[in-house]
């Protein structure tokens, strides 16, 4: 079983929508969780850490279910600058790994 | 601030011959290195990660090896590359809050 599982997508949406993206995990271990974001031919970015009450920032919301060990990302008033492919990504207890999805594509269209 | 370095850009080998890559980070002691790599429309692969000087840690047993001869440089080497070697290789550091940071990547082409 893989220990990150993420839709490859793609979503394909107009601008203004709102999408959202799920992350499954399978280590109930996992102490830290993050969305990278990677453009087409470059290194992932970090979007956004993911606490477990769930942050938000601008148009970007993260929220971690540890009952059901899943993560989500929602994307508001979406831009097509936010055409991209979004990494989840989680690390175990002694911080010394990181595990990526595969990523999820994102197609924003006029 | 921190910064990293990761190069060549490009590279373009036949198969069996050597290869080395190298990364360096700046700014920062003693981080956590990382080497991955990423085939075409696929997730990133762990290969392997360093937490000191001398100290590697191989995730996937394969043609690889990982050398970290000095605190802040991290090399990803080979005797004799393979076809499957080919991807975009990606260095990485993390810090204390455990944020990873990439290098801009290698994209290898092994023919």
């Known amino acids: 079983r893989k220990e990150v599982e993420q839709d490859p997508g793609p979503f394909n949406v107009p601008e203004g929508a709102t999408v959202a993206f799920n992350c499954t995990y399978s280590?109930?271990?996992?102490?830290?969780f993050f969305w990278y974001r990677q453009d087409c031919r470059k290194e992932p970015k970090l979007l956004m850490s993911?606490?477990?009450s769930g942050n938000e920032d601008g148009r970007f919301t993260a929220q971690l279910n540890r009952a059901s060990q899943y993560i989500s990302l929602l994307i508001r008033d979406s831009k097509l600058s936010d055409s991209a492919t979004y990494l989840c990504?989680?690390?175990?207890?002694?911080?010394?790994?990181?595990?990526f999805g595969s990523g999820t594509k994102l197609n924003v269209k006029p | 601030s921190q910064t990293i370095h990761q190069w060549p850009a490009t590279l373009v080998q036949p198969v069996g011959s050597p290869l080395s890559l190298e990364c360096t980070v700046e700014?920062?002691?003693?981080?956590?290195l990382y080497w991955y790599r990423q085939a075409a429309g696929r997730g990133l692969q762990l290969l392997f990660y360093?937490?000191?000087?001398?100290?590697i840690s191989s995730e996937v047993p394969q043609n690889l090896s990982a050398s970290r001869p000095q605190d802040r440089q991290f090399i990803l080497s080979s005797k004799k590359l393979l076809l499957s070697d080919s991807g975009f290789y990606l260095c990485?550091?993390?810090?204390?809050?455990?944020?990873?940071?990439f290098g801009a990547g290698t994209r290898l082409s092994v023919l």
């Open positions: 280590n109930s271990a996992s102490q830290s």
């Open positions: 993911v606490y477990s």
């Open positions: 360093s937490v000191g000087i001398g100290q």
């Open positions: 700014g920062t002691s003693n981080p956590n």
């Open positions: 990485a550091w993390s810090t204390s809050s455990h944020i990873q940071y």
């Open positions: 990504v989680v690390s175990p207890y002694n911080f010394n790994k990181f595990y």
